[in-house]
């Protein structure tokens, strides 16, 4: 084939990306039909945070982009139609009904594979709102005669008739705010008191379960399937985890150069404070070593401040306990490496440099009146946002309680799972052809110093109970010679240590 040919064949095969419409556009066509993110992406074979990414600005690719192309322009075709029909009525195009005026975001309310009771009535309902099996229509309820509505009691009005063509029916939402749902009868339930996600261990048993079915009780093919679709099972359990919390966690916020790779093969600016030190010098004399393992040491580390919204810009030497992002800093001069590791790890270059929440949490934890072990950092700059600590919480909990049964029972398949979710979770959070759903690179980096600092701190509490600290590695190893089951429990839950390796340093004293 010649040059010309094969650029002909190039340009046969090419094939320009089918346009949408911009991202407000896309959740407006999706909401005008009633349609929740959860009922879109089970059609589209994705994850409802993934929907939520396309509303936020993130374009798909590939064939799921024409499919997603496809609903849309046919979202839009469909509800044209419906305004067309709707035009005779005369009404003026601001005269939309009150319900109408008050709609929220319908993804509050979810409908349920298997009807469940009402917790108004008790009888089957279809869906849920804000995490409760009800009715949406309360003529459905049979606690319809009477309800209570903001403290006092209400008669609701008759259910309209149904049209005989309901696609001539005029559009509704089918969720509203605080005070629609009140006026058709349904129960609002504030965010502080909605109820925890219990399902969302049964995602897990049922994706080992499937598994195994599929490949004849085969364990190794079942983990194997299993592990390779970590991640947007990952997904779909954070989702199931995120029902009813105050804080959207798919939103992709911009995000400054700094966390951003300067090469497609190379690394952002920022420095996470991994560990990869070694004693210089040990006492004369033979001693056993013994290399312990941290269980779940990213799986623990979920737990961290992490910045919710975009990250916005400070100068000065301030921190502020309620925000969390990254921060430029000159590390304060470390005289301990002699029996502990520096907290910012193994760096040879002076000068500032940028570092996590975490890792600044802990310089100045150590600079404070209870430890003292150096001074502050200087902090140049920042950039951070308002921040909670259990943004993660359930997720990292259903983790946790589905890798606990899974070693109670001997379960290797759930627990190889359980781990390839969490720790592939982790890395795959930053700029990833992986996982395109959560783009936080900045939560990435955090999630992993949490995991350093967690290391960090084990060995100074091997320190400071008398042990002799040897080695720090990563995030999950540590080695010390002395009465080790003294200070850290034996075990494989997430707050014990198990033995990795013991050896011998050193040489028997020697007498004159």
């Known amino acids: 084939m010649t040059d010309f040919e094969a ?20 959740r407006a066509l999706r909401e005008g039909l009633s349609l929740s993110r959860a009922q879109l ?19 798909p690719s590939g064939e799921v982009r024409e499919k997603y192309a496809y609903f849309l322009d046919g979202a839009r075709t469909k509800l044209a139609a419906a305004t067309a029909e709707e035009a005779p009525a005369e009404e003026p195009a601001d005269a ?13 309310v979810e409908a349920l594979y298997t009807p469940q009771p009402c917790v108004l009535c008790g009888q089957p309902a279809s869906h849920q709102v804000a995490g409760f099996p009800q009715h ?17 009691t209400r008669t609701p009005e008759p259910a309209q008739p149904e049209s005989p063509a309901p696609q001539s029916e005029p559009r509704r939402p089918a969720s509203s ?99 990869k030190w070694a004693r210089a010098e040990l006492p004369p004399g033979k001693h056993e070593v013994t290399a312990l ?67 600044l949490r802990l310089l100045l934890r150590l600079s404070g009146p209870k430890y003292g072990l150096c001074d502050p950092p200087e902090i140049h700059e920042s950039w951070t946002s308002g921040a909670t600590e259990i943004l993660l919480d359930k997720f990292r909990v259903a983790l946790k309680d589905a890798r606990e049964r899974a070693i109670a029972e001997d379960d290797e398949v759930t627990l190889e799972y359980v781990k390839a979710m969490y720790s592939k979770f982790v890395s795959t959070m930053g700029e990833s052809n992986y996982n395109r759903e959560l783009y936080r690179t900045d939560w990435m980096h955090m999630i992993r110093s949490q995991a350093f600092v967690n290391l960090w701190w084990k060995a100074h509490r091997a320190y400071d109970e008398g042990l002799m600290v040897v080695r720090a590695m990563g995030t999950d190893e540590l080695h010390v010679i002395g009465d080790w089951r003294a200070v850290f429990p034996e075990g494989r839950g997430v707050t014990e240590v198990k033995v990795k390796d013991v050896y011998t340093v050193g040489s028997p004293a020697t007498t004159g």
Not at 136 to 152: F, I, K, N, S, V
Not at 254 to 259: A, E, H, K, R, V
Not at 260 to 266: A, I, L
Request: include cysteine.
């Open 293 to 359: 393992d941290v269980n779940g040491a990213y799986l623990s580390a979920l737990k961290t401040h992490l910045p919710l919204g975009q990250l916005e810009h400070s100068t000065g030497n301030h921190h502020d306990r309620r925000r969390a992002g990254v921060h430029l800093i000159t590390p304060p001069t470390w005289e301990h490496d002699a029996c502990l590791p520096h907290p910012i790890g193994s760096r040879d270059e002076p000068g500032p440099l940028w570092v996590t929440e975490p890792t």
């Open 136 to 152: 949406l229509d309360p003529a459905d309820c049979g606690t319809a005669g009477h309800m209570q509505t903001a403290g006092h």
């Open 7 to 26: 650029i002909d064949a190039l340009l046969a095969g090419a094939r320009k990306e089918v346009p949408l419409p911009p991202a407000e556009e896309r």
């Open 41 to 59: 992406a089970q059609v589209l074979n994705v994850s409802p945070s993934t929907v939520g990414g396309w509303e936020a600005g993130r374009d």
């Open 177 to 275: 705010d605080s005070a629609g749902q009140a006026a058709r009868g349904v129960k609002v339930v504030p965010v502080g008191r909605r109820l925890k996600t219990a399902d969302t261990p049964g995602l897990i048993g049922s994706a080992v379960a499937a598994a195994l079915a599929q490949h004849s009780g085969d364990v190794e093919a079942a983990t194997a399937a299993l592990v390779k679709r970590a991640i947007p099972d990952a997904m779909v359990l954070l989702d199931e985890s995120r029902k009813g919390g105050r804080y959207d966690v798919v939103a992709h916020p911009w995000l400054p150069d700094i966390l951003r790779k300067q090469t497609s093969r190379g690394a952002d600016q920022i420095w996470e404070a991994r560990p």
């Open 96 to 108: 939309a009904p009150a319900e109408a005026e008050q709609a929220a975001d319908p993804d509050d």
